[in-house]
Nanobody, 118 residues
């Protein structure tokens, strides 16, 4: 399974970005059989959970720090996941990673940098 994030960039506080995660390499199990997550890692800090979405996309969970500002969705027909980030704050600055999990196996992308700066 291969994951590639995109959509990061530099934005002012209060701005918005939409991150995408494109998935490929599903040779045994289909994309829709994987639960998907976003994590982020700020400089000098450990990687932290941001949001998760179920296989069918019918349920999402968010970290308290992003609840009400971020919206996670997926398109199983296109093997894609999206993270809409609104009302961005300075503390949202980090490298954002998408993660696909099925059972005990997980795959990670290389990350995309999000910088919130005035």
């Amino acid at each position: 399974v291969y994951l590639e994030e995109s959509g990061g960039g530099v934005v002012q506080p209060g701005g918005s970005l939409r991150l995408s995660c494109a998935a490929s390499g599903f040779t045994v199990f289909p994309f829709c059989s994987y639960a998907l997550n976003w994590y982020r890692q700020a400089p000098g800090r450990e990687r932290e959970f941001v949001a998760a979405i179920t296989r069918a996309g019918d349920n999402t969970v968010y970290a308290d720090s992003v609840k009400g500002r971020f919206t996670l969705s997926r398109d199983n027909a296109k093997n894609m996941m999206f993270l809409q980030m609104n009302s961005l704050k300075l503390e949202d600055t980090a490298v954002y990673y998408c993660n696909a999990v099925r059972g005990s196996r997980g795959s990670w992308g290389q990350g995309t940098q999000v910088t919130v700066s005035s």
